[in-house]
């Protein structure tokens, strides 16, 4: 698990105790809303205070990614950009 130094709000820290749950086999239901989530935070702001925050999340849930995400987690993630 990727640690974060300063203590996250309540919403930040469920998020990353989640994310530290996501392995290659983790059903996409599961993971890919974090994964967008991880994603678009850091799409919305990759030069702010928080940015490391999602880049060590989407660090972490790089074997789900390497694996099979669904498209739109791929695309997201990789490209940083979202929709269709």
């Known amino acids: 698990m990727i640690h974060i130094s300063e203590s996250p709000d309540s919403h930040t820290a469920q998020l990353l105790d989640a994310r530290s749950q ?3 086999d ?4 599961t993971a890919d809303p974090l994964v967008l ?5 850091l799409l919305a702001d ?9 880049v060590a999340g989407l660090a972490e849930m790089v074997p789900y990614l390497a694996g ?8 997201t993630a990789v490209e940083g950009r979202s929709g269709g």
């Not at 983790?26 to 239901?29: E, F, G, N, V």
């Not at 989530?37 to 935070?41: G, M, Q, S, V």
């Open 46 to 54: 990759p030069g702010g205070e928080t940015a490391r925050v999602w």
């Open 37 to 41: 989530d991880c994603a678009r935070r």
């Open 68 to 75: 099979q995400p669904s498209p739109e987690a791929e695309r």
């Open 26 to 29: 983790t059903d996409a239901m």
């Open 22 to 24: 996501v392995r290659a």
